[in-house]
């Protein structure tokens, strides 16, 4: 034991005395740690909070009554069902604006709701009479509070100028939520009557009559954790997405605890030849070399941790406003701090130090005590290193094609991603020796030479760090080309897509049918072009049946990506559908395929005519004509239209329209308000990812400067014999600087069309396969631009400090280098 | 006495020219912890052209800060190093650079090759950081060391004679006026030392330049013209045999 | 739990903790109506619900046997509750909560339900004519062949929760009785009261579904309707009920709300087998307890020995199940019992506030 304890003090003097090493040690396993434990907690806060979202509506296993078709069912069939012994409590949720945001708002009624639901906890406490009888309440955990910029007791004004109740805050509130009664949900949204659900307390007794025999098919039993199902397949690949982004950066993280154990473990070669000498045994010097990683980790890796915490709570808005636009999975906004994700945190930090660590390990393990102090032979282990290298990187080459060839999933999709980002960090050492080579070959004059030859011998010391810039690169452009796509993309689909001026929702069939009335008297409305909705499930999958009408406005303007010449024709007829890309993928369905409905009466079969892009719609889409809908689906409500109307023209009918119609119309909408508020899901999505790009650099830089760090006290007895041979200190940190800065640039030139690839591989493998649809590709030379300027910047900084300590060694420090004792 | 005539009459002329080096009172202290310890305190010492010298002494009194100061790798405190008729005692960081370039060449103990560069690289760089290269003196250079078969080879793959040898090879390319060598053979055994010692007399006798050689062996330095010994921080004159070459 | 306020409301009185919350409940009229003396009570108007009262409730009890002699008991509540007065709200905004409770007592077994709704909707209610009072699928509520005018003499009851169902005919062979004065039924010295009458002549016959095991019982029913808006004293803190089936034919109510003075409130109502009743005061009535019993973690005193002097009553009672606990949003012990002594029968005890 204290044979290990002598040992471990000894090993450990090492970084007293090489604080550089340490901090790339530190740092490294630090920031690794972070990034994988911080995308860890954002996936389990948002998973966590899909369970508390689920159990809004269940606990302890309740389920849902949703409508058969159409969103709402007039209230008397929850009496109806209560009266049959049914234990049902009604909600009925919706959208509301507020200021342009939306937020969820869902009414319940508090007495009926199931006590092991989270609403029916939620008014434990507080007092059901302040909550249902007027104005009531509403009930909304603090980070909506602070989203909306309110306080306990505010009343907030909905965009359609009706104003909540007072709010109170609470912290068992569901995430994302705004909780009212009922009552007052209905006023509020203007929908006296009527519930989006039926929340079952238990399951009906067997005695009790059939759900049939009391609402005939109005409704349709939810099976118990459908809807979880359903958001936990739906967000999946968005979460994937979050994981692999994270195990990028924890690999380039772990690039650099390799590198600095390996540095580490070589400067102490001689340390534990002297160790093995004087008597310390293998097993103790085992002991005490895992002991020092061990602790290293566990140091390092709690700050990861703490850091990792800070950066989830820093992301943790926009994943969470991204879920919720792209799925509707609301994310509670304050995270928790939970012990297993803390030791799990630790454990990657152990277990990432161990992998990093191994090699020296071993061969510190494995060393003889005598063997002559030789130098090490770097350069026959070089070439060897190069030629496995780049045989290793053809490999990764060939397995990343033969995931695209033969895969077709989400997983082959990263796997393809990963193959060509492995393959090109082998790669990249070969790639740039040679151009060194290539520099040294050509060049004459000796200072020249010297550099390339030197820069060369430099390479494996700083090829981990190079590597990690290479795939932070790579990430930059590839990522930074497919949101720029997309964002072009998209702005323009958007504009094809909302043709029409205005969108509005009336309340009910009825008003939908008087305001009709209303609209043909303008002279303004160029066209009313009502639509119609309702849900079916195909091959298990949520689908969206869309009734339009096949008007000229989106003949000519609707976007598609594949058409058939008749596929409007087919359409009016009632016989034909046009089908999201989603859905075309999905079941692999293309032009003239068959799609088999489910309606209430039965199976309707339509062909396919067109498909058409439906960006970021989780859900799958058909759209048949309106009539065909209605027929088919009687229930459906035919409640939402659009209009056209001269643009100068469309804030004077909307506010002509409220004025006429108010509560009537539930909800009315100007294409741009629609417009900023679809682009600003996407925003929300992309600023996370561009964080986790920022940060991946981020993590490079620092491995570079750690590389620099570690090899500048290697560094100065290359450098001086040629300062011995007569040039100055100044010279030579410009020679050391230009150095970096080379390298760097070399390695962001070669990022470029890697990052292409990548780019290349996101559209149109792992975007395909995670959400159903293609973008297209496309490229941007502004951006190579960016990440070059970027590169110079990140080198200049890194190696700034490096430098400077160059600059600053003394003559007499360096000509000590030569000095006998030594 | 009339042996220490001749011994001064043969050098009177060198001395009556100016000599190549005149070092005078030169001090040197480093800081420590424990506050500044002086290692030179007004060490005088002179060189003819083409002048061999032992510098001997104890381990730690200084010899190699004396041969740094000289070889314009670092700075002196006080006192004045005249190379050639030139002060370089207070010269800038790049004057010492050019001084080192272009004046004198140094070889140490060890670390004197370009780790990057084979040995043919080695030999010719600061001949041509100089501006002075020779092919044909490099050349000849490299045969007078044995040095042909092994020009592709880099430094670690080198023995310590052959590094050593290099290592003067590199220096003398340069045609210095004046070489340092901070025991060039400590890291060599008695047969190679003795080996390169003769191969280096040669080349130094053929470049024609002063030789400045710090050694701990008796027998090495009884092969240079003149011995001195570094004690307490001073240079005293050692009245040690001259063994002829 | 979360509806524990609205059994404070309710029944503010027993609960300490609550009677203090509540206080103004039991202090000030907050604007609904009073109950005061000499007001005639109006039927069948009175048998539905009296919104402007703030409390209210319907309470169905009765002792049953089996084909085989074994005896049950039955108990059907229906509680309104308003949370402001004034005129009904129309749908969600109604002002009135409604709460059910069923249970069966077997000398073995106690269950019970509770269950919820809102006013306004349609899930809770009660029609004075024809007599119709229920809440979910839970009923009391005049037969479908009973002529429009019979009022409560004909009624069905109907009730389920977890592993147990009933339904009940029931048919009264005797008129209602008015308590206290007139159907003035004073609580407290200090003149809290409530309008309270009974049929307690109900014959009731029907069937049992006692975990999927159907039981054919029948026996004796007694029927409660209060209302009130301030029925409780801050010093009040629980009350002892009885309701008594004498073998002979006649009946007997007995109460005391138990008070922290000490000066406990007794009332009672002799009512003979033709219905005539005769109120009895304070000290006509002793009501003491003769054995507790630990139940759902308090003691709760499941015996007594009752006394009327006026008539010449002194009786103990048992009961079927001491355990005949309500665990409730607001707990309360509510079971069969049965009495020996000068007279004997069976009949219903309900003890709040222990
Ligand atoms: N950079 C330095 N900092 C502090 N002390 C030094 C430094 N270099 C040399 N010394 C000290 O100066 C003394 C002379 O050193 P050195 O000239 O190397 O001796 P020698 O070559 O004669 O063995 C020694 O005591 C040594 O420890
Ligand atoms: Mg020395």
Known sequence: ?822 | ?245 | MSAKWIFFAALAFTSPALAQGYAGLGDDAGGFERVVPGKPLVFPQDFGAHPKFRTEWWYVTANLTDETGASYGVQWTLFRQASAPGEERQGWANQNVWMGHAAVTSASEHLFAETFARGGVGQAGVTAQPFRAWIDDWNFSAQDNAPPDSGLSRVKLSASGENFRYAFDLVADGPLVRQGDNGFSLKSDDGRASYYFSQPFYKIAGVLTLRGKEIKLSGRAWMDREWSTQYLAASQKGWDWFSLHFSGGEKLMLFRMRDTSGRDFRSGTWISADGATQKLDRDDIALTPLEQTPVAGRSVPTRWRLQVKSRGLDVETAPLNAASFMATSFPYWEGPIAFHGSQQGKGYLEMTGY
């Open chain 1, 1 to 822: 034991m204290k044979q290990i304890f002598w040992t471990f003090v000894t090993l450990l003097s090492h970084w007293r005395r090489r604080p550089g090493n340490f901090f790339a040690l530190f740092v490294g396993l630090a920031i690794a740690t972070a990034l994988w434990s911080g995308v860890q907690a954002l996936n389990a806060q948002a998973r966590k909070s899909y369970d508390r979202a689920a159990s809004v509506f269940s606990g302890g296993g309740a389920q849902s009554l949703v409508p058969t078709s159409g969103a709402t069912i007039p209230q008397e069939l929850f009496v109806k069902l209560r009266l049959a012994g049914w234990k049902v409590s009604p909600a009925l949720e919706a959208t509301v604006l507020v200021r342009g945001t939306p937020f969820q708002l869902i009414g319940v009624e508090p007495l009926t709701l199931p006590r092991g639901g989270q609403l029916g906890g939620l008014v434990d406490g507080g007092d059901f009479s302040a909550f249902f009888a007027p104005p009531g309440q509403v009930i909304a955990p603090p980070e909506v509070l602070r989203d909306l910029g309110a306080k306990d007791g505010d009343r907030i004004a909905l965009d359609t100028g009706k104003s909540l109740p007072p709010l109170r805050s609470s912290a068992q509130a569901p995430p994302g939520l705004l909780t009212v009664d009922i009552g007052v949900a209905q006023t509020l949204l203007g929908r006296p009557g009527q519930m989006s659900r039926l929340i079952l307390r238990q399951p009906p007794d067997n005695d009790a009559p059939s759900l049939a025999s009391v609402v005939g098919n109005a409704l349709r039993l939810l099976p118990a954790g459908e809807e979880e199902a359903d958001l936990k397949r739906l967000t999946e690949s968005f979460h994937l997405n979050l994981t692999a982004f994270g195990l990028l950066a924890f690999l380039v993280g772990l690039f650099i605890v390799h590198a600095a154990f390996g540095l580490a473990f070589e400067q102490r070669l001689g340390m534990v030849r002297t160790l093995r000498a004087v008597g310390v045994s293998t097993r103790a010097l085992a002991a005490a070399l895992f002991g020092e990683v061990a602790l290293l980790a566990l140091v390092a890796g709690g700050f990861g941790v703490a850091a990792g915490f800070w950066l989830a709570s820093a992301l943790l808005p926009n994943v969470a406003a991204s879920l919720d636009a792209l799925y509707g999975a609301r994310v509670a906004g304050g995270l928790t701090l939970d012990p297993t994700w803390l030791l799990s945190g630790l454990g990657i930090a152990l277990v990432g130090a161990l992998v990093a660590a191994a090699g020296g390990l071993a061969k510190a393990l494995r060393l003889p005590i005598l063997a002559a102090a030789q130098p090490f032979a770097w350069r026959q282990a070089q070439q060897v290193f190069m030629r496995r290298r780049a045989w290793l990187a053809l490999l990764a080459f060939g397995a990343a094609f033969a995931a695209y060839l033969w895969g077709d999933s989400l997983y082959t999709g990263f796997a393809a991603l990963a193959g060509l980002l492995f393959g090109a960090a082998l790669l990249l050492p070969v790639l740039l020796s040679a151009a060194l080579r290539l520099g040294e070959s050509f060049s004459s004059a000796p200072l020249v030479n010297w550099f390339w030859a030197d820069s060369r011998q430099q390479l494996p010391g700083l090829a981990l760090a190079l590597t990690a810039l290479l795939l932070a690169f790579a990430t930059n452009v590839g990522v930074g080309g497919m949101v720029e796509g997309f964002r072009q993309t998209f702005a323009h689909w958007l504009d094809e897509r909302l043709a029409a001026e205005v969108y509005y929702e009336a309340a009910g069939a009825p008003e939908a049918r008087r305001i009709e009335a209303w609209l043909a008297t303008r002279p303004e409305v160029l066209a009313v072009l009502p639509s119609a909705r309702t849900s079916v499930r195909l091959s298990g999958w949520p689908t969206e049946i869309f009734g339009m009408t096949p008007h000229e406005t989106f003949r000519a303007h609707f976007p598609m990506i594949d058409q058939a010449p008749d596929a409007w024709e087919a359409l009016q007829r009632g016989d034909g559908a046009l089908i999201s890309e989603q859905l075309a993928r999905r079941l692999k369905l293309g032009l003239g395929s068959s799609l088999d409905l489910p309606t209430a009466s039965g199976i309707w079969r339509v062909k396919v005519g067109g498909v058409f892009p439906d960006y970021g719609n989780p859900r799958g889409q058909a759209r048949i004509d309106i009539d065909a809908l209605t027929r088919h689906w009687p229930d459906a409500p035919r409640v939402s239209y659009g209009l056209r109307v001269a643009p100068q023209e469309t804030p004077r009918l909307i506010a002509a329209m409220q004025a006429e119609f108010g509560e009537k119309i539930v909800r009315i909408a100007d294409q741009a308000a629609i417009k900023k508020i679809s682009t600003r899901i996407f925003e929300h999505t992309f600023a996370v990812t561009t964080a986790l790009n920022t940060l991946t650099l981020v993590v490079s830089a620092i491995a570079l400067l750690a590389s620099l760090t570690t090899l500048g006290d290697t560094r100065l007895a290359q450098v001086a014999p040629v300062w011995a041979s007569g040039v100055s200190r100044r010279r030579l940190a410009q020679l050391e600087f230009l150095r970096v800065l080379a390298l760097t640039a070399a390695t962001a030139v070669l990022a470029v069309p890697l990052g292409l690839g990548l780019s290349w591989c996101l559209v149109a493998v792992v975007n395909v396969q995670a959400f159903g649809w293609r973008l297209p590709f496309e490229i941007f030379p502004w951006q190579w631009a960016e990440i070059l300027a970027l590169a110079l910047l990140t080198a200049a900084i890194a190696s700034i400090a490096p430098i400077l300590r160059f600059v600053r060694t003394t003559p007499a420090q360096l000509a000590r280098i030569f000095a006998n004792e030594r």
């Open chain 2, 1 to 245: 006495m009339t042996d220490a005539a001749t011994r001064d009459d043969a050098r009177k002329p060198a001395q009556v020219e100016a000599p190549l080096l005149r070092v005078s009172r030169l001090n040197k202290s480093y800081p420590t912890p424990q506050g500044p310890v002086a290692v030179l305190k007004g060490v005088d010492l002179t060189l003819a052209r083409g002048e061999s010298v032992a510098l001997m002494g104890e381990s730690g009194s200084g010899k190699s800060t004396l041969l740094h100061l000289v070889g314009g790798l670092d700075q002196a405190d006080d006192g004045e190093i005249v190379i050639d008729g030139v002060d370089v005692t207070w010269l800038s960081d790049t004057g010492r650079a050019a001084l080192r370039r272009e004046t004198l060449a140094v070889v140490f103990q060890q670390f004197n090759l370009i780790p990057s560069l084979n040995l043919q690289a080695n030999v010719a760089f600061q001949a041509r950081l100089a501006g002075r290269f020779d092919p044909a003196w490099t050349d000849e250079l490299i045969h007078r060391l044995k040095l042909q078969d092994l020009l592709e080879r880099y430094p670690e793959q080198l023995s310590g004679g052959q590094q050593q040898r290099a290592a003067i090879g590199r220096a003398l390319a340069v045609r210095p006026r004046l070489l340092l060598a901070d025991e060039p053979t400590g890291n060599l055994d008695e047969a190679t030392a003795d080996d390169f010692m003769a191969l280096a007399l040669d080349v130094v006798a053929a470049t024609g330049c002063a030789f400045l050689m710090v050694t701990h062996s008796e027998r090495l330095a009884a092969r240079l013209q003149r011995q001195v010994r570094l004690s307490a921080g001073q240079v005293r004159l050692s009245a040690g045999v001259i063994n002829q070459p």
